[in-house]
């Protein structure tokens, strides 16, 4: 004869039910957290790809125009380097899942200027407005600008979930003493229907994601209530 299950009472199961949902939560999180990473790996593999083919062209066309043997062997082993970098390189791609063929291109700060247009048009009841430091120059290195790309939308998209009425949303991206600071501010006209959290709060794994991220290339990210709305900062490092 079976054995029957006992019956739990409500508290417990209660508690049995927020246990199950936290840890799904957290499996949640760590999915999104592995994915950022994987997608981080493939940023910095097209960046630093493209960095080390430029200085091992430069090393061959040097090696095969200058008359001096002793310059020229140094030359081919900074190619042949740069050739078992860029194989090595691909082959962690591969074990990483990241080597597939259809990975946009990396991101710029021209990007950034578009989210922001697309937002002003989705929301036209919003005023948007995006201010980029003249210090940040024409263009950072791109892993840079990928990642600010990136936490750019994902904290447009949190505005427009949790406060799709808001007065205004700003984005600003400011330099000082070799970091980036990334701002997106919203206002809201009214409280929203699901309060947002924090990134590890429970919910939000979009910002979960932005925020390994910025510590994964040495930042940091935080986001919270702020009078009148709600402000995703990140601090980034230069280089």
Do not use: Y
């Amino acid at each position: 004869m079976n054995r029957l299950r006992p019956r739990l009472s409500p508290l417990t199961a209660a508690f049995c039910g927020v246990r199950r949902r936290d840890a799904e939560r957290a499996r949640a999180a760590a999915a999104v957290r592995e994915a950022e990473r994987l997608r981080l790996a493939g940023e910095l593999h097209d960046f630093v790809a493209h960095q080390v083919a430029a200085m091992t062209l430069l090393a061959k066309a040097a090696g095969t125009v200058t008359p001096d043997e002793r310059a020229a062997a140094p030359l081919r082993d900074i190619q042949r380097a740069g050739d078992e970098a860029l194989a090595t390189a691909r082959r962690l791609l591969r074990v990483l899942g990241q080597d597939r063929p259809h990975r946009t291109p990396l991101h710029g700060l021209d990007r950034v200027r578009e989210l922001a247009e697309d937002f002003r048009r989705a929301h036209p009841d919003t005023r948007v407005e995006l201010w980029v430091d003249p210090d940040l120059g024409a263009e950072p290195v791109p892993g840079l600008a990928a990642s600010v790309h990136r936490i750019v939308a994902e904290a447009l998209a949190n505005s427009a979930r949790h406060c799709p009425g808001a007065r205004a949303v700003a984005v600003s991206l400011r330099r000082s003493a070799g970091q980036v600071s990334v701002s997106v501010r919203d206002e809201c006209a009214e409280a929203p229907a699901v309060p947002r959290r924090a990134p590890g709060g429970g919910s939000g794994l979009g910002l979960v994601g932005i925020a390994e991220r910025a510590d994964a290339i040495g930042g940091s990210l935080t986001a919270g209530p702020v009078p009148g709305g709600w402000e995703v900062l990140a601090v980034l490092p230069v280089h």
